[in-house]
């Protein structure tokens, strides 16, 4: 595998992206209205949220997640992998996807759809040092001579998917559509009950209260860790360097605080302000 980021438009991507299949997504990919897309910003809690919404689709019950590997539950849209498993999918039913695509980027299709997103979004510090420890392990990603490394590269945008306030500003656009859900990482830490409550209420979907229970026990973060099928251990060393770390690290909120220094929080906070004023800063719940 090349080391060297594909670039399209302006953005990198991991070097296993193409500009063909990017191309592919932007303007040939067919969105159907009946579609769930999971779209992130990289480490804001995409494989937790595919999880859930995968385990509310099969009310709780743990086989499907403990049986398919999570890539193949929810594809990623951009890749060659995501978009071959899609074309087979046509025939069963509404399908769940996911997309760490900016929205300028995303397919031109779901512009005229009722497809339903799911946007996570997560405090960008802690989205800076998850990206800190993903670069050790994921062989695809730049491994970061240093923390500070990873924070220049991160509030320059130069980081694959391109900038976090970029990105966030693109997709926040869209809050107002009544088939775009936003949720944040630490809303979900902080009350899992209330948040797939949420999401069963925007998929249409009536769980029981036992069967919520079962989706917060096998979506948690000790769970998701043992489940080889969610856990990156199936996946070729020529991806994944598990030595090096676990794709499924902390999972709390404020993580941060560890590895900024009192300059860098100070200078992230300038930019966030200088990047984010216009926006509600209610949208934004961390600290
Ligand atoms: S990726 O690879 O970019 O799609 O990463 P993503 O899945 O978006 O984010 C990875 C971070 O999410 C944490 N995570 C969880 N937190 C709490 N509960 C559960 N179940 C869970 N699953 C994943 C994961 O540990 C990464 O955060 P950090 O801060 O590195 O721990």
Same mark, same amino acid.
């Given at each position: 595998m090349s080391s060297e980021y594909t670039e399209f438009e302006g953005i990198l991507f991991y070097p296993f992206y193409s500009v063909k299949n990017l191309k592919f997504c932007q303007e040939e990919f067919m969105v159907k209205d009946t579609d769930v897309i999971l779209v992130t910003y &990289? *480490?804001? +809690?995409t494989h937790w949220v595919i999880e859930i919404v995968s385990l509310i689709r099969s009310k709780g019950d743990n086989t499907w997640v403990q049986s398919i590997p999570i890539w193949n539950r929810? &594809?990623? #849209?951009?890749t060659d992998q995501g978009q071959l498993l899609l074309s087979k999918k046509e025939q069963n039913g509404p399908r769940f996807y996911s997309s760490h695509l900016p929205i300028q980027l995303f397919p031109k299709s779901y512009f005229h759809s009722k497809a339903k997103i799911i946007y996570i979004m997560r405090n960008p510090k802690d989205v800076v040092v998850s990206l800190y420890y993903f670069s050790k392990v994921a062989k695809f990603f730049h491994t970061a001579e240093s923390f500070s490394q990873m924070f220049e590269k991160f509030t320059q945008g130069t980081v694959p998917f391109g900038s976090w306030f970029d990105h966030t500003c693109g997709w926040l656009s869209l809050r107002e559509k009544e088939n775009f859900l936003i949720l944040t990482y630490e809303e979900l830490l902080q009350d899992l009950w209330g948040n797939v409550e949420k999401i069963c209420h925007f998929l249409g979907t009536k769980l029981t209260e036992e069967e919520i229970n079962l989706v917060i026990k096998n979506a948690s973060l000790s769970a998701m860790k043992a489940n080889k099928m969610s856990n990156?251990? !199936? !996946?070729s060393d020529e991806f994944i360097d598990l030595s090096q770390g676990s !794709?499924?690290? *902390? +999972? #709390?909120? +404020?993580?941060w605080k560890n590895h900024f220094t009192v300059a860098q929080s100070e200078a992230f906070d300038k930019l966030f302000q200088e990047r984010m004023a216009e926006l509600d800063q209610r949208l934004f719940p961390w600290e």
């Open positions: &990289p *480490k804001s +809690g929810s &594809p990623w #849209i951009e990156y251990s !199936v !996946v !794709v499924l690290r *902390k +999972g #709390i909120a +404020g993580d």
